[in-house]
């Protein structure tokens, strides 16, 4: 099946049972790459200021920033894309408490990502957010949740832990999936979330679910590109599959040029001007 470049794409993909894959994206030259592979859809997250910035949460991510992201991935994934095919789907993440001041305020930070390129936006969190999505959606704009852990809360949560394992926070988060759903988004993402209550979640919302340590039975995955690719050794949680030793693979690219420059075997003839 084609990868996604639609909302309706969501909706089609859970209804034939055809998982959904997404991975992270922040640059240019890696949306390229994300373009000639088979990656069903991007998200710029937040977690850009963490995987980018060196940042120690997401709490430091700007709407500028954000912009910026999504405007060279977006970019980056036209330029990749062959020609004659459409680009995969973007979505782009809201700074924390851009979307928690006054309605225009609001509005303008959602404005700002979608006017950078992206297709659709995510939010962290239900209760306080319903009314905004709602009207954001009226207005045209695809918005996805974001429910368990949602990192722009890390103070409020005392830590990056598995949400939902009491049966009264079980019970809050199927009851702020479905709110979700009736609010109009078209996806959430569970992030952290037993894999139990994800399945549950997940079959009981009509929308698409997309997990990040939520087990095997969300409509989707999404992981963080430094996660996947093995750039950050110093990150390694149970729920990441590294499928490349990047830090490593790196370091020995740039180790092999060091030891040529220093032995004179870099440039060639052949890459030298004559
Ligand atoms: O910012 C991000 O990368 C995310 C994913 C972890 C889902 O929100």
Request: aromatic content about 6%; some cysteine; glycine content about 10%.
């Amino acid at each position: 099946m084609a990868r996604i470049h639609n909302i309706l794409d969501f909706s089609s993909k859970k209804s034939s049972g055809t998982k959904i894959s997404i991975v992270t994206c922040y640059d240019y030259s890696s949306a390229l790459i994300v373009a000639a592979s088979d990656i069903d859809c991007v998200l710029v997250g937040d977690s850009v200021a963490m995987t980018m910035h060196g940042a120690s949460s997401t709490i430091s991510a700007t709407i500028e920033q954000m912009v910026m992201h999504t405007e060279w991935v977006v970019r980056g994934l036209k330029d990749g894309t062959k020609a004659g095919e459409k680009p995969p789907f973007v979505i782009g993440d809201l700074p924390f408490l851009s979307y928690r001041k006054d309605l225009t305020a609001n509005i303008e930070a959602a404005l700002a990502i979608m006017q950078a390129g992206a297709n659709a936006i995510k939010l962290e969190g239900a209760k306080g957010n319903l009314a905004l999505i709602e009207h954001l959606v009226d207005s045209g704009v695809p918005i996805m949740g974001h429910l368990g852990l949602t990192p722009q809360s890390v103070n409020q949560i005392g830590g990056y832990k598995v949400q939902g394992k009491t049966t009264a926070a079980h019970d809050a988060m199927l009851d702020d999936a479905k709110a979700l759903a009736a609010a109009g988004c078209f996806a959430m993402v569970l992030e952290c979330v037993p894999a139990a209550l994800a399945k549950e979640i997940s079959e009981q919302v009509q929308i698409v679910t997309i997990g990040i340590g939520a087990g095997n039975d969300t409509d989707g995955q999404v992981l963080v590109w430094q996660d996947l690719l093995g750039l950050n050794t110093q990150f390694k949680p149970k729920f990441v599959r590294r499928y490349f030793d990047g830090f490593g693979e790196f370091q020995k690219a740039l180790n092999h040029y060091h030891a040529d420059v220093l032995g004179q075997n870099f440039p060639s003839d052949a890459e030298s001007f004559k």
